[in-house]
């Protein structure tokens, strides 16, 4: 791998998402990210396997677009982003609580 690969990786995964769906899908091998909103899923299963060390088996992607909201009055617009849930391989398993 390259040195510049490997630095995409970092650009690529934002973090991990950490919600009550996001972790219930820990018992299905699932794991949700926030990702970059230019990568591709080819791009997030790399990344994954390279970061974790683990074997990627799907990759499903959704843009979250942002909400709107009012802020002292005046109407505002909260920027959108990209989720990715990763399906991983049977008997691995990423602990998102901890860093990379």
Do not use: H
Request: aromatic fraction near 6%; glycine fraction near 10%.
């Amino acid at each position: 791998m390259s040195k510049k690969q490997n630095e995409r990786w970092y650009d690529v995964i934002r973090g991990p998402l950490v919600t009550e769906k996001a972790t219930q899908g820990a018992e299905n091998n699932q794991v949700t990210f926030e990702v970059a909103k230019d990568s591709t899923k080819p791009e997030i299963k790399a990344a994954v396997e390279g970061l974790f060390g683990v074997k990627v088996t799907s990759v499903n992607t959704s843009n979250v677009r942002g909400k709107v909201k009012v802020f002292r009055g005046r109407r505002g617009k909260r920027a959108g982003w990209k989720k990715a849930v990763v399906r991983i391989a049977e008997g691995q398993n990423i602990d998102v609580m901890t860093g990379i």
